[in-house]
């Protein structure tokens, strides 16, 4: 069987059979989903192992120095005549993607087992909800495309409002109808962007698409409808405020996917699409988005400075670390757009772990508020040493993979042309240094100090089935810190002809500059009258 069809079809399937089993069976309940998530991370594993390996499956642009290698390939026709079928592939991108995915899932199925009210419901709508994430990833056709993106938006509505909590910072109705309605605005204007490009290649097959020249002026005007569509779920300064709000409503599980993956689909839906489609048009936009970049990682960082909330300290911090996604996109180098990738991987594992970990002693405390808590270390050992693991991941410490994949886009950045991508650069740094200030405060105040009595009964992860999420996503974060090398390849491998198709762009365009200018007509000779 086709890989792809094997990921995909797994959490669907089980989605099917949950359903089918009695409510009160909460322990068959967990173990379907368990096996469902395992089984996908096998195969991811499987996937990513051999995928150099695999035979070639499509090209788009064969023969050019843009040429687009798509592997493990499926492709069955459901409405021929217009271009309507059920295509699947992968690039390494979406190899890395699905990787995250499985990890994550796995992980947050374990945690969930914490979940009391309406099991049966709330495991249906996880593996509908990583479904539409999978088939995000893996699809080669603009309608199952957006099919899927749409169906890994929709159950989160039901996550966060059923089985989310209001605090003193956040109001869970206010957030899960923030987030839906400012998800749904930026799908519906992505998918007018995606319309937009069927009516010019009468095809919704992603991979014919990329040969399909498109005006530069038609580009000018679809770019901004299809990026900014895409970007409000990264989420782009200004439109990330649901984003934070999102995080602390939701329950730990939904956290980490949100923050570790649905956040991943708006960068790669900008990747995917936006950049891929319309190259000459990003080479026009993205050192703008350079700018805008700056926001996100500077005011993000200082947001989380500002708060007591320890999820919406790691929610804004997230904003932040994208900020860091973006800026490699703007860099347009090889090494700032496989940095933008890698690090989409390793911040999608970081903040899972960070997310569950909150969430393990939120269940325990009920309060998520970092002047409530202190001292929890004479307690939870095991979950503090968690804690600071992903506290230094996240603040870019040597020997974990953000270190490598922050270095990577900052590198990016500054050997950039462009000074609307060296300056932000330089603000990155700082924003590095402005995320150790929130996260050593937050572990100063969480887990050193005094302890207040009413704490000393809380019980820290010592069966294998608690640590073992939380020693899977460590396990990752430190593998690819050592041997970065493997995603570094499988990012390449997917951008290197998206940035070549943009390079090329710009030469043209600055081709064309040259040839408009009017230069000085030479002096004639003495005599040649």
Same mark, same amino acid.
């Given at each position: ?126 593996? %509908? ?253 095991? %979950? ?122 710009? %030469?043209?365009?600055?081709? %064309? ?17």
């Amino acid at each position: 069987m086709n890989l792809l069809l094997l990921i995909l079809l797994t959490p669907a399937i089980a989605t099917a059979v949950l359903f089918a089993i009695p409510g009160q069976r909460v322990t068959w309940v967990r173990g379907v989903a368990t096996l469902a998530s395992s089984l996908v991370l096998v195969a991811s594993l499987a996937l990513a192992w051999g995928y150099h390996d695999a035979p070639v499956g499509r090209v788009a642009g064969a023969g050019t120095t843009a040429e687009h290698v798509y592997k493990h390939t499926m492709d069955v026709d459901w409405v021929p005549s217009l271009g309507l079928g059920f295509r699947l592939g992968v690039d390494g991108i979406g190899v890395a993607m699905v990787l995250l995915t499985a990890f994550i899932i796995f992980a947050g199925v374990i945690v969930s087992y914490t979940v009391q009210k309406r099991v049966k419901e709330y495991y249906i709508n996880l593996m %509908a909800l990583v479904t539409g994430v999978f088939g995000v990833f893996v699809s080669l056709d603009l309608f199952f495309y957006y099919f899927f993106y749409e169906l890994a938006v929709i159950p989160m509505f039901l996550l966060i409002g059923i089985w989310g909590s209001t605090t003193r910072t956040v109001d869970q109705q206010y957030a899960t109808m923030k987030l839906v309605l400012m998800l749904s605005t930026g799908a519906v204007a992505a998918l007018v962007g995606l319309l937009w490009l069927y009516t010019q290649g009468h095809t919704f097959d992603m991979v014919a698409l990329e040969d399909v020249k498109l005006a530069v002026k038609d580009q000018m005007i679809w770019f901004p409808v299809v990026f900014l569509g895409f970007a409000s779920l990264i989420p782009l300064w200004p439109l990330h405020s649901w984003s934070p709000a999102g995080h602390a409503a939701a329950p730990a599980a939904v956290s980490m996917l949100h923050a570790g993956v649905l956040m991943k689909l708006g960068a790669f839906g900008v990747l995917r699409v936006a950049m891929t489609y319309m190259p000459d048009a990003a080479a026009v936009y993205l050192p703008w988005v350079g700018i805008l970049c700056c926001f996100n990682i500077v005011y993000g960082a200082l947001v989380a400075i500002r708060h007591k909330d320890l999820k919406l300290i790691i929610g804004y911090s997230s904003s932040s670390h994208m900020g860091y996604v973006l800026l490699g996109l703007a860099s347009i180098t090889l090494v700032g757009f496989s940095g933008a990738v890698f690090l989409m991987f390793a911040h999608g594992i970081m903040t899972a772990l960070a997310f569950s970990l909150i969430g393990w002693f939120y269940d325990q405390t009920h309060t998520r508020m970092v002047g409530d808590l202190g001292g929890l270390m004479k307690v939870m050992p095991f %979950a503090g040493f968690c804690f600071i693991v992903a506290a230094m991941a996240s603040a870019g410490l040597p020997g974990f993979a953000n270190f490598v994949s922050e270095l990577m886009v900052i590198i990016g950045a500054w050997q950039s042309d462009s000074l609307f991508t060296k300056i932000p650069a330089v603000l990155a740094v700082w924003g590095l240094v402005l995320t150790g200030v929130y996260l050593l405060r937050a572990v100063k105040d969480v887990w050193y100090g005094d302890m207040p009595e009413r704490w000393k009964d809380l019980k820290d992860a010592t069966r294998p089935i608690q640590k073992l999420p939380f020693i899977v996503l460590m396990g990752v974060l430190v593998w690819f810190g050592f041997r970065p090398q493997p995603m570094i390849d499988l990012a390449e491998d997917g951008v290197r002809p998206i940035l070549t198709r943009i390079q090329e762009a710009e %030469a043209a365009a600055a081709g %064309a500059q040259t040839a408009a200018t009017p230069h000085d007509e030479p002096a004639h000779a003495e005599g040649g009258r």
